[in-house]
Nanobody
């Protein structure tokens, strides 16, 4: 059993900053990647940022230069620093965990944390 616990969402004015954190715990065998997805009302869930076990990162174009993802491998945590927030960043943000092992790959998401950016 694996649990993902997110924290750090909230309400902020445009131009402000928020920091999201996610702690993975439980039967974690081999982490391939950790990251963040988001889903705005009426839209599909989209990848925001991801970081592999080796430290490679990837961001969706709309957040490049504003968001930074980091990971603490020892603590199984992933953090998303969000700066210069825009109203279009408003969404529910989901922590993502990719696990590999036993010949299979598993994709897990947290329960989500609301981020609201007011104009």
């Amino acid at each position: 059993q694996v649990q993902l616990v997110e924290s750090g969402g909230g309400l902020v004015q445009a131009g402000g900053s928020l920091r999201l954190s996610c702690l993975a715990s439980g039967s974690i065998f081999s982490i391939s990647a950790m990251g963040w997805y988001r889903q705005a009302p009426g839209k599909q869930r989209e990848l925001v940022a991801i970081i592999t076990g080796g430290g490679s990162t990837n961001y969706t174009d709309s957040v490049k230069g504003r968001f930074t993802i980091s990971r603490d491998n020892a603590k199984n945590t992933v953090t998303l620093q969000m700066n210069s927030l825009k109203p279009e960043d408003t969404a529910v943000y989901y922590c993502y965990l990719g696990l590999t092992g036993r010949g299979a790959h598993y994709n897990l998401w947290g329960q989500g944390t609301q981020v609201t950016v007011s104009s």
